[in-house]
């Protein structure tokens, strides 16, 4: 059996997450020290300021249809990453527990077939994070930078349209404001798309598990231990991935529930806002650049979700007969009263 460790596939993005105050380091939970009042200036100082100005906003601008509409889309996002944020610094010690749980012998992979299979999913969600991680930072990137564009025709302009209780037109409160509405948008995109990839990583942590058991059962009859006992072991790692599963999902249903209420709002809008401008303009670029995070965000879930199911689908049907060579290996785990298609219940 190799030894592999699954965290260190996670390290840019936890090390991501510890630069955002997100997580601990090693195996600590949030204590009354330096790193939680860390985390309490960036996201509530810093995040939470940022969405409460853009709020108030609201209140100023409701009679205008385009102000308002540039707002509710901008800010229904953000509001949703602060409660992703909140889930997700409640269940940090959970998450850190399944982390911790993949370093147990059955999610090892047992030869080097396995572990090249490993390594080419693992490497897949690299990509994709990579990927991820590039298109919201581009996005950041013109979202902060246009409005300066603008400002060389003598009109200070923000990223966002905010209420402050003081004129953020006049320096230096206006460069100070702008600077912070900067930080502001980096830290909630930084922080969606690192709690949304790691999610997406044990979407991949379950992909594996179910290869490394379909590979383990069709190879019952091979190596030293006897069939029962490399069986017993199969319906031992089944059951481990179900408890994998079942806690991921007790972790994300709520953000993924609302990423996709608050996303079916966000494009909705974005499109109602593409109708406002020229689509050619530099509001209109910042809108669809924007549409472009949004939907990719949704799409990767999709896809990773949709993995899951096809991987499950190889064990055992929906409604149907088991896969013929492992007629056996099904009758023994239902004979034990262990359902294998329960895992459809983490993407269902």
């Known amino acids: 059996m190799l030894t592999l460790n699954w965290k260190y596939t996670l390290r840019k993005n936890i090390l991501m997450l510890q630069l955002l105050g997100l997580w601990p380091k090693e195996e600590k939970v949030y204590k009354l020290n330096l790193y939680?009042?860390?985390?309490?200036?960036?996201?509530?100082?810093?995040?939470?300021?940022?969405?409460?100005?853009?709020?108030?906003?609201?209140?100023?601008?409701?009679?205008?249809?385009?102000?308002?509409?540039?707002?509710?889309?901008?800010?229904?996002?953000?509001?949703?990453?602060?409660?992703?944020?909140?889930?997700?610094?409640?269940?940090i010690d959970t998450l850190k527990k399944l982390l911790r749980s993949l370093n147990q012998d059955s999610f090892q992979p047992k030869n080097e077939k396995q572990l090249e299979l490993v390594n080419s999913i693992l490497n897949f969600w690299k990509i994709v994070y990579g990927w991820f991680l590039f298109i919201v930072a581009l996005t950041v990137i013109i979202w902060g930078i246009i409005p300066l564009l603008a400002n060389s025709t003598g009109v200070k302009q923000l990223p966002f349209s905010a209420w402050y209780p003081y004129d953020s037109t006049v320096s230096p409160f206006y460069e100070l404001t702008y600077l912070y509405q900067v930080v502001g948008m980096w830290y909630i995109s930084m922080s969606n798309v690192n709690i949304g990839t790691l999610f997406y990583a044990l979407l991949t942590y379950v992909v594996v598990q179910c290869d490394i058991l379909c590979d383990n059962c069709k190879n019952l009859t091979i190596g030293q231990s006897s069939y029962n006992q490399r069986l017993t072991s199969c319906i031992k790692h089944h059951k481990e991935i179900l408890s994998f599963a079942q806690n991921s999902n007790e972790v994300f249903e709520m953000v993924?529930?609302?990423?996709?209420?608050?996303?079916?709002?966000?494009i909705a809008t974005t499109l109602f806002m593409l109708t406002l401008v020229d689509p050619l303009s530099k509001e209109g670029i910042i809108i669809?650049?924007?549409?472009?995070?949004?939907?990719?965000?949704?799409?990767?879930?999709?896809?990773?979700?949709?993995?899951v199911h096809i991987k499950v689908s190889y064990f055992v049907i929906k409604n149907q007969k088991p896969i013929s060579s492992l007629n056996g290996i099904v009758s023994y785990l239902r004979s034990h009263k262990v359902r294998v298609d329960t895992v459809l219940k983490f993407v269902g």
């Open 36 to 91: 939680s009042t860390y985390t309490f200036i960036t996201t509530v100082v810093i995040m939470g300021g940022h969405n409460l100005f853009q709020i108030l906003n609201i209140c100023f601008v409701y009679k205008d249809l385009k102000a308002l509409a540039t707002t509710i889309f901008i800010t229904s996002t953000e509001v949703l990453v602060s409660a992703k944020i909140y889930f997700f610094t409640q269940n």
């Open 256 to 266: 993924i529930l609302g990423q996709f209420i608050t996303s079916t709002i966000v």
């Open 288 to 307: 669809a650049m924007y549409a472009v995070a949004i939907i990719t965000e949704i799409f990767i879930y999709c896809w990773f979700g949709n993995q």
